[in-house]
C-alpha cells in the first residue's frame, strides 16, 4: 500500500489561561494534523506539535514519503533521518524536559509513524490496538487535570472556568469537572504557588474526594530540601509525586527520602536516560508520551522496559485535539503494564478537528473504538475552521514566559524557584 501524498494542515483551538512554571498559556494551542494519503483512498491521520520548527520539519519528511510502504515503518523512520539530517531544532519548551537532536527525530517520526498505523488499520479493517499486539484492557482511565488559572484572557471575558488561584476554587474546578467526565483521580499542576499554598490546595482536595487518588506536579519548580519537605508532610495524601525538583540527581536525593513514587516527563524522556534514572532509583513512575518517546510502538518497548525494573508506567499530556487522544487511547489499551490512570487536557479544549462521539468519557475512561484504525474520523469543515484559526491567532510557537508579562511585567519562569 503506497503512500501517494501527505497534506499538512497547522491548527489552532482556543485555550484557557492555564497557570505553569513557566508562565501561562496563550489564548490559542498550535497542533498539526497529518493526513497520509494512500492508494485506494485510504488515509491515516497523525496530530502532534504545532509550532514552526516543529511543522517545517514535518514538512521535509513530507516531500520524502510519496512511494513509500505504509507497512515499511523503518523505511518511514529512515526518510526522517534522511530528510532532517543536520538541519534539526530540538525543541526547549520547559515542560517536557531536555532538548536533544534524538529526542526531536523521535517526535517527527511519531506523528509520522501514528498515521502509518491508523493506515494499516483501515487496509486490514482492524484497530490499532489489534495491530500492537491486541488489547489488554476494553477501556482507558484517564485524570482530572487541575490547573491554576486566571479568569480570562487580557481584553476577554471570563471563561466558563472561571480563576482559580485558592484551595476553594480548585475543588470547585475538580467537582464540575469530575461531575461532567466521572473521572476517578485528580492531578494538580503545581509550581505555580508557593509550595505552602500548593499543599493546602491538595488537602483540600482531599477532604473534598475522599479516595480519589491525587497527584501533583509542579515541574521542578522546588529545590530538593523543598520537594523533601513537602513529600513528607503529604505522605499518606499523594498517589505520586511528580517532578518535584530538577534532574536525576535531584530527583534521587527526594525519592530516597519520599514515601511515595516520584513520577517524571522531564527527567526520563529518551531511552538514553532510563539507565541513569533507574540505577540511581530517582523514579518509580515513568510518565510516557509517544508524542516524543517514538511514536506508539517505541511506548509499548518502554512499557516492557518498566516493568523489567519495577518501575510504574502512566502516560502525559499536552494541549491535544482528538486524534491524538485516539492515539493515546490505542496504545493505552495495547500496553498491558500501565500502572496509573492517564492524563489529559481534553477537558480543556471547545473544539475539534474530529467526528463528535467516537471518544467519550464515562467514569472518567474512554472506550476504546472498535472501528478500524485510530477509530477516529476527520472532520473536513472542521479542520478548514481550526486552520482558519491558525492563520487568525498570528502564533507561531509556545511561549508561555512572554505570555505571562502581560499579567505580571517581571516575571521569571519558576523552575527551582522554592
Same mark, same amino acid.
Request: hydrophobic fraction near 45%.
Given at each position: 500500500?503506497?503512500?501517494?501524498?501527505?497534506?499538512?494542515?497547522?491548527?489552532?483551538?482556543?485555550?484557557?489561561?492555564?497557570?505553569?512554571?513557566?508562565?501561562?498559556?496563550?489564548?490559542?494551542?498550535?497542533?498539526?494534523?497529518?493526513?497520509?494519503?494512500?492508494?485506494?483512498?485510504?488515509?491515516?491521520?497523525?496530530?502532534?506539535?504545532?509550532?514552526?520548527?516543529?511543522?517545517?520539519?514535518?514538512?521535509?519528511?513530507?516531500?520524502?514519503?510519496?512511494?513509500?510502504?505504509?507497512?515499511?515503518? /523503518?523505511?518511514?523512520?529512515?526518510?526522517?533521518?534522511?530528510?532532517?539530517?543536520?538541519?534539526?531544532?530540538?525543541?526547549?519548551?520547559?515542560?517536557?524536559?531536555?532538548?536533544?537532536?534524538?529526542?526531536?527525530?523521535?517526535?517527527?517520526?511519531?506523528?509520522?509513524?501514528?498515521?502509518?498505523?491508523?493506515?494499516?488499520?483501515?487496509?486490514?479493517?482492524?484497530?490499532?490496538?489489534?495491530?500492537?499486539?491486541?488489547?489488554?484492557?476494553?477501556?482507558?482511565?484517564?485524570?482530572?487535570?487541575?490547573?491554576?488559572?486566571?479568569?480570562?484572557?487580557?481584553?476577554?471575558?471570563?471563561?466558563?472556568?472561571?480563576?482559580?488561584?485558592?484551595?476553594?476554587?480548585?475543588?470547585?474546578?475538580?467537582?464540575?469537572?469530575?461531575?461532567?467526565?466521572?473521572?476517578?483521580?485528580?492531578?494538580?499542576?503545581?509550581?505555580?504557588?508557593?509550595?505552602?499554598?500548593?499543599?493546602?490546595?491538595?488537602?483540600?482536595?482531599?477532604?473534598?474526594?475522599?479516595?480519589?487518588?491525587?497527584?501533583?506536579?509542579?515541574?521542578?519548580?522546588?529545590?530538593?530540601?523543598?520537594?523533601?519537605?513537602?513529600?513528607?508532610?503529604?505522605?499518606?495524601?499523594?498517589?505520586?509525586?511528580?517532578?518535584?525538583? /530538577?534532574?536525576?540527581?535531584?530527583?534521587?536525593?527526594?525519592?530516597?527520602?519520599?514515601?511515595?513514587?516520584?513520577?517524571?516527563?522531564?527527567?526520563?524522556?529518551?531511552?538514553?536516560?532510563?539507565?541513569?534514572?533507574?540505577?540511581?532509583?530517582?523514579?518509580?513512575?515513568?510518565?510516557?508520551?509517544?508524542?516524543?518517546?517514538?511514536?506508539?510502538?517505541?511506548?509499548?518497548?518502554?512499557?516492557?522496559?518498566?516493568?523489567?525494573?519495577?518501575?510504574?508506567?502512566?502516560?502525559?499530556?499536552?494541549?491535544?485535539?482528538?486524534?491524538?487522544?485516539?492515539?493515546?487511547?490505542?496504545?493505552?489499551?495495547?500496553?498491558?503494564?500501565?500502572?496509573?490512570?492517564?492524563?489529559?487536557?481534553? /477537558?480543556?479544549?471547545?473544539?475539534?478537528?474530529?467526528?463528535?462521539?467516537?471518544?467519550?468519557?464515562?467514569?472518567?475512561?474512554?472506550?476504546?473504538?472498535?472501528? /478500524?484504525?485510530?477509530?477516529?474520523?476527520?472532520?473536513?469543515?472542521?479542520?478548514?475552521?481550526?486552520?482558519?484559526?491558525?492563520?487568525?491567532?498570528?502564533?507561531?510557537?509556545?511561549?508561555?514566559?512572554?505570555?505571562?508579562?502581560?499579567?505580571?511585567?517581571?516575571?521569571?519562569?519558576?523552575?527551582?524557584?522554592?
Amino acid at each position: 500500500m503506497k503512500i501517494r501524498e501527505v497534506v499538512l494542515t497547522p491548527v489552532a483551538f482556543a485555550d484557557p489561561p492555564l497557570l505553569n512554571v513557566m508562565g501561562v498559556h496563550e489564548p490559542f494551542a498550535l497542533r498539526t494534523v497529518l493526513e497520509l494519503r494512500c492508494e485506494d483512498g485510504v488515509v491515516g491521520l497523525g496530530e502532534s506539535y504545532g509550532d514552526s520548527a516543529f511543522a517545517d520539519q514535518a514538512r521535509r519528511v513530507a516531500a520524502e514519503l510519496p512511494g513509500l510502504d505504509v507497512f515499511d515503518l /523503518p523505511g518511514i523512520r529512515r526518510a526522517v533521518s534522511r530528510a532532517l539530517g543536520d538541519t534539526v531544532v530540538a525543541d526547549r519548551h520547559g515542560l517536557i524536559g531536555g532538548a536533544s537532536i534524538g529526542k526531536t527525530l523521535a517526535s517527527v517520526y511519531s506523528l509520522f509513524e501514528v498515521a502509518a498505523l491508523d493506515a494499516q488499520g483501515h487496509v486490514l479493517g482492524r484497530p490499532v490496538a489489534d495491530l500492537l499486539g491486541g488489547k489488554a484492557r476494553d477501556e482507558v482511565e484517564f485524570s482530572a487535570y487541575l490547573f491554576y488559572k486566571y479568569a480570562g484572557h487580557p481584553d476577554a471575558d471570563p471563561d466558563e472556568w472561571g480563576e482559580a488561584l485558592t484551595p476553594d476554587a480548585l475543588v470547585e474546578q475538580a467537582r464540575r469537572m469530575i461531575n461532567r467526565y466521572g473521572f476517578r483521580s485528580i492531578k494538580l499542576k503545581g509550581g505555580v504557588l508557593a509550595p505552602e499554598q500548593e499543599i493546602e490546595g491538595i488537602r483540600a482536595l482531599a477532604d473534598a474526594f475522599p479516595g480519589h487518588p491525587l497527584r501533583l506536579d509542579p515541574n521542578a519548580a522546588w529545590k530538593p530540601d523543598t520537594a523533601i519537605d513537602v513529600a513528607r508532610r503529604l505522605d499518606g495524601v499523594l498517589e505520586y509525586l511528580e517532578d518535584p525538583t /530538577p534532574g536525576i540527581e535531584g530527583m534521587a536525593r527526594v525519592a530516597e527520602r519520599a514515601a511515595m513514587p516520584l513520577a517524571t516527563n522531564m527527567c526520563v524522556v529518551s531511552f538514553a536516560d532510563i539507565e541513569p534514572a533507574f540505577r540511581a532509583r530517582a523514579v518509580g513512575v515513568v510518565l510516557s508520551d509517544h508524542h516524543f518517546w517514538g511514536g506508539l510502538r517505541d511506548t509499548q518497548a518502554l512499557s516492557t522496559t518498566c516493568r523489567a525494573f519495577g518501575v510504574g508506567l502512566s502516560m502525559h499530556s499536552n494541549s491535544h485535539l482528538g486524534i491524538s487522544l485516539a492515539a493515546m487511547v490505542q496504545v493505552a489499551a495495547a500496553t498491558p503494564h500501565l500502572s496509573y490512570a492517564c492524563d489529559t487536557h481534553w /477537558p480543556w479544549k471547545d473544539s475539534d478537528v474530529i467526528v463528535p462521539g467516537a471518544l467519550d468519557f464515562v467514569n472518567g475512561a474512554v472506550r476504546v473504538p472498535d472501528r /478500524p484504525g485510530l477509530g477516529v474520523e476527520l472532520d473536513p469543515d472542521a479542520l478548514g475552521r481550526a486552520h482558519e484559526d491558525y492563520l487568525r491567532c498570528g502564533l507561531t510557537r509556545r511561549d508561555d514566559v512572554n505570555y505571562m508579562r502581560r499579567f505580571v511585567q517581571d516575571f521569571e519562569p519558576n523552575t527551582a524557584r522554592w
